[in-house]
């Protein structure tokens, strides 16, 4: 089996799905086409991972139907934002090799930017349709992405949703005992920051959680000086993955509410990498009104969602934080690449070889 990865540039979603199938599908050959930096120079590592990295360059339509010619792929999986690869990749090569959309993130839900360092396409929203409706297989990170989907579009045959699982690679073996509640439990935030009024700017949630007395560390992806002003939180250092997975089994809970005003519909459907940090390394989870992440916490009672931030020292002081550590200690595993990954190698031996669908006439 060999698929050929499409993306601007890679993101650590595409990171994690080469680490899971090298252990779980090692027959599974990959290659990637891509137009800004590799794996090791975002991450540090993963190019390796890799048969083959192809620069898309300034003719990428070309480029691809040259990059097919000497791959010889069984299916490209290409992921948004923005849509253009998918699209791009149905008009040069759709014809004869099936092609897998991957929706992180939906255009239409957001009233933001996506922040990814290259120009937004004229018409996002004719391309979100056309890579939609004119893929082989749709995989996305929720059932609720799935439904906001089948909503708007015809969906293809195939669709899969797949959340941003947490390498089990990664993850500490054991868990630490757990620590005595001589006072109130400590709450981390690690990840994205931003002061631009979309969700990651969390200025004004971090702010509310201090003026309650409740305690928060920061974690940063990348330096925000911003928030080193806000009165009793504690911004950290940035730290590698393995480093990081190996200090937040030091806190009570991991903090997953993000800032509503302009992207409500997007954190809607949105289960962040952080949900499944957070898990794997024993935590559970607060989040505000988000509705994937609020159904994945009730449904697997790891975590606690909140109607407002200002109800937090309330609910922390009510939690049976004992209980919460149990479930989410039994049921960490199962939030991984390794334990999941195995329904993508199986979506590629269903796509590949399927006769591409007729192109929609569009008028």
């Given at each position: 089996m060999r698929v050929l990865f499409v993306q601007q540039q890679p993101c650590v979603r595409a990171l994690k799905y080469a680490e899971g199938l090298a252990v779980r599908a090692p027959e599974v050959t990959l290659a990637f086409a891509y137009r800004g930096r590799t794996l090791s120079e975002l991450y540090g590592a993963g190019d390796e991972l890799f048969e083959a990295w192809w620069p898309l360059g300034?003719?990428?339509?070309?480029?691809?139907?040259?990059?097919?010619?000497?791959?010889?792929?069984?299916?490209?999986?290409?992921?948004?934002?923005?849509?253009?690869?998918?699209v791009l990749a149905i008009d040069a090569v759709g014809d004869r090799v099936p092609v897998i959309h991957d929706v992180h993130d939906m255009q239409s839900l957001r009233r933001t930017p996506y922040e990814d360092g290259f120009p937004e396409p004229a018409d996002p929203l004719a391309l979100e349709r056309r890579a939609v409706e004119e893929s082989a297989a749709i995989v996305t990170v929720s059932p609720e992405l799935v439904d906001e989907l089948a909503a708007r579009y015809r969906l293809p045959r195939h669709v899969r949703a797949y959340a941003n699982y947490v390498l089990g690679r990664d993850l500490p073996g054991e868990l630490p005992p757990p620590r005595a509640l001589d006072g109130p439990p400590r709450l981390v935030y690690q990840g994205t920051l931003s002061t631009n009024g979309g969700h990651y700017d969390l200025r004004e949630l971090f702010a509310a959680i201090a003026a309650q007395g409740v305690a928060l560390d920061v974690y940063p992806a990348r330096e925000v000086p911003e928030y080193r002003r806000i009165p009793g939180i504690r911004v950290?250092?940035?730290?590698?993955?393995?480093?990081?997975?190996?200090?937040?089994?030091?806190?009570?809970?991991?903090?997953?509410?993000?800032?509503?005003?302009?992207?409500?519909?997007?954190?809607?459907?949105?289960l962040p990498n952080k949900l499944y940090d957070y898990l794997g390394c024993g935590l559970a989870v607060i989040t505000l009104r988000h509705r994937a992440l609020r159904r994945t916490l009730r449904e697997e009672g790891v975590g606690i969602a909140l109607d407002r931030v200002e109800d937090l020292a309330a609910a922390l002081a009510a939690a049976d934080v004992d209980?919460?550590?149990?479930?989410v200690a039994e049921a960490r595993r199962r939030f991984t690449v390794e334990a999941q990954i195995g329904c993508i190698a199986a979506l590629y031996r269903e796509v590949a070889g399927s006769v591409p669908a007729a192109p929609l006439v569009r008028g």
């Open positions: 300034d003719d990428p339509a070309t480029a691809l139907a040259e990059i097919v010619d000497a791959f010889v792929p069984d299916v490209i999986h290409s992921h948004n934002l923005p849509d253009a690869l998918t950290l250092e940035r730290l590698p993955v393995r480093e990081l997975l190996r200090r937040l089994p030091g806190y009570d809970f991991g903090w997953a509410g993000f800032n509503a005003e302009l992207n409500a519909a997007h954190l809607d459907t949105a209980a919460l550590r149990r479930r």
